[in-house]
């Protein structure tokens, strides 16, 4: 259980992020989670560093945000996707760093992301699909007052069985 409330800000990604995001990306432990299922080269992740830092989600309708804290540095990283501006809504996935999990990042990273989104993208509900296995990402999310909407049986294909994915959803504006 996450125990102590640390304080976290968002900003774009940067050339010096490469190395964490390399280690993220080439996690095969947490593919199941995600959408990529292969390994990243560090040239792949510095063309889309560099093709991200000027993206504009209404254009892209995804971005990604780094989560940064003093005296760390770059703790995770935050994706908004599948915006969708005129029913204000987004898709949120976030990703905290496996050495720092159970510290209450996460929290902070999903208070820090719907101040965000609600101030500055105007957006009225955020919502994900998390793995029924993925216990530490349910409870995050329940603590942080997202509510469970629904099951997307046999969803998600890890290796030899099929996964049902938990929809949850929070109105944040």
């Not at 560093?49 to 935050?78: E, F, P, V």
């Not at 204000?88 to 999903?110: C, E, F, H, K, P």
Request: aromatic share 10%.
């Amino acid at each position: 259980m996450e125990e102590n409330n640390p304080s976290v800000h968002l900003r774009a990604m940067e050339p010096e992020d490469i190395d964490a995001i390399y280690q993220w990306e080439n996690d095969p432990s947490i593919w199941v989670y995600g959408t990529a299922h292969q390994p990243f080269s560090k040239a792949a992740l510095q063309r889309f560093i560099d093709n991200d830092s000027g993206n504009d989600i209404h254009t892209s309708r995804q971005i990604r945000l780094m989560a940064d804290t003093d005296g760390i540095g770059a703790i995770g990283c935050i994706d908004l996707y599948d915006f969708d501006p005129y029913n204000r809504r987004a898709a949120v996935g976030i990703l905290t760093d496996s050495r720092l999990r159970n510290q209450g990042y996460g929290s902070a990273m999903l208070k820090a992301v719907e101040l965000f989104a609600a101030e500055h993208l105007n957006i009225h509900q955020l919502y994900c699909d998390i793995a029924s296995n993925n216990t530490i990402s349910i409870h995050l999310f329940k603590r942080q007052g997202y509510t469970l909407c629904g099951t997307l049986k046999e969803w998600i294909w890890d290796n030899d069985k099929w996964i049902d994915a938990l929809s949850f959803q929070k109105i944040i504006k």
